[in-house]
Every structure is written in C-alpha cells, then in structure tokens.
C-alpha cells in the first residue's frame, strides 16, 4: 500500500511560465524591436507631420489632439521603460531586486481604449494609428507583466487556480477520508 499512496501524495506543481520564457525568445525581441520603433515613429510624428496638423484642427479636437498626444507619449514612455528593464535583466546587467524597485516607479494599468475619446474619429488618421498600436501593445505587455509578478512574487495561488489541480486535490480528499 506504501507505493500506491504515494501516487496520492500531492504532486509538486511546476508551472511553466510564460512571462519567464518569453524574455529569453526571439518573440521578446520582436516585441522589443516594435515597441522602440513605436517610440521612434510616434516621436517623429509628433515633432513633424502632427505638429502640422495639429495646427489645422478645430479648437475642441485641438485639445482632444493634446491630451491624447502626452498620454501616448507617457503610455509608451512607461512601455518602453518596461521593455529596457526586462532586457536589462535578461541580460545580467541588473537584478531581481532592481528589476523590481524600477518596475514598482512605472504607471502601467488599463487607461481606457480608444472608444473613451469622446472626439476620436476626428483626431488625424496617424495619430489614431499610433494610439490603437500603443493601447495593443500596452495590452500583450501587461499580460506579461503579470505573467512574470506571479513567477517573480513566488505566488503559488497559481497552482490553487489550476482546476485540474483543485481536482485531484479534492480527490485526494475524498479518498483519504474513505480509508481513515
């Protein structure tokens, strides 16, 4: 009986992180590579083309034009911090503990899609553009994101949240309470 109550025993859970294995791969880098490039294109459009049309823009689309222009330029000032600190440290430059401090100071949550700005379709077609793209990128960086605080936290209330898990350990419940 010893060796078949031990496939009772409950089984140690190793989950495989996505977050984790996501900052070594060749996707992080694609990932990396298109927020910087977001930076870089919104950053050119702004200081050029947007200037101008911002010119061109009624007085309330104007101000729509502004206030949606500094959240673009925070949201992706905040991604592109995440991206660096994730690739810093991948490669060893920083630590856990650092990585953690310097995460802690951004501002990444849900701050409303596009469908919150009440003059949206009104806002130059490019800066749309660039708005949906960094609310799209926000949106696979916050998953990872959590992915890789419950990994980093020690959180073991993922394992308690795998059903299939909660059912072999109410099994092993039932089973134990039938031969006590």
Same mark, same amino acid.
Do not use: C
């Given at each position: 009986?010893?060796?078949? /109550?031990?496939?009772?025993? !409950?089984?140690?859970?190793?989950?495989?992180?996505?977050?984790? *294995?996501?900052?070594?791969?060749? *996707?992080? @880098?694609?990932?990396?590579? *298109?927020?910087?490039?977001?930076?870089?294109?919104?950053?050119?459009?702004?200081?050029?083309?947007?200037?101008?049309?911002? !010119?061109? $823009?009624?007085?309330?689309?104007?101000?729509?034009?502004?206030? @949606?222009?500094?959240?673009?330029?925070?949201?992706?000032?905040? $991604? /592109?911090?995440?991206?660096?600190?994730?690739?810093?440290?991948?490669?060893?430059?920083?630590?856990?503990?650092?990585?953690?401090? !310097?995460?802690?100071?951004?501002?990444?949550?849900?701050?409303?899609?596009?469908?919150?700005?009440? %003059?949206?379709?009104?806002?130059?077609?490019?800066?749309?553009?660039?708005? %949906?793209?960094?609310?799209?990128?926000?949106?696979?960086?916050? =998953?990872?994101?959590?992915? $890789?605080? #419950?990994? =980093?936290?020690?959180?073991?209330?993922?394992?308690?949240? %795998?059903?299939?898990?909660? #059912?072999?350990?109410?099994?092993?419940?039932?089973? %134990?309470?039938?031969?006590?």
């Amino acid at each position: 009986m010893g060796s078949k /109550a031990s496939l009772w025993e !409950k089984p140690s859970v190793d989950v495989v992180s996505f977050g984790e *294995h996501l900052a070594g791969s060749e *996707h992080f @880098e694609a990932i990396y590579r *298109h927020g910087m490039e977001l930076v870089e294109q919104t950053a050119a459009y702004l200081d050029g083309p947007g200037r101008q049309e911002a !010119k061109q $823009l009624s007085s309330s689309v104007a101000l729509t034009y502004s206030t @949606e222009s500094m959240r673009l330029t925070a949201r992706l000032l905040d $991604l /592109a911090s995440w991206l660096l600190i994730q690739r810093s440290l991948r490669d060893g430059d920083i630590t856990e503990e650092e990585a953690r401090r !310097k995460r802690a100071r951004l501002k990444l949550r849900v701050s409303g899609k596009p469908s919150h700005i009440s %003059n949206f379709s009104e806002l130059p077609p490019r800066l749309q553009q660039l708005i %949906n793209q960094s609310f799209a990128l926000s949106d696979r960086i916050m =998953r990872i994101d959590r992915s $890789l605080h #419950q990994v =980093r936290a020690g959180d073991d209330t993922q394992a308690a949240r %795998n059903p299939v898990a909660a #059912q072999i350990a109410e099994l092993q419940a039932a089973f %134990n309470a039938a031969i006590r």
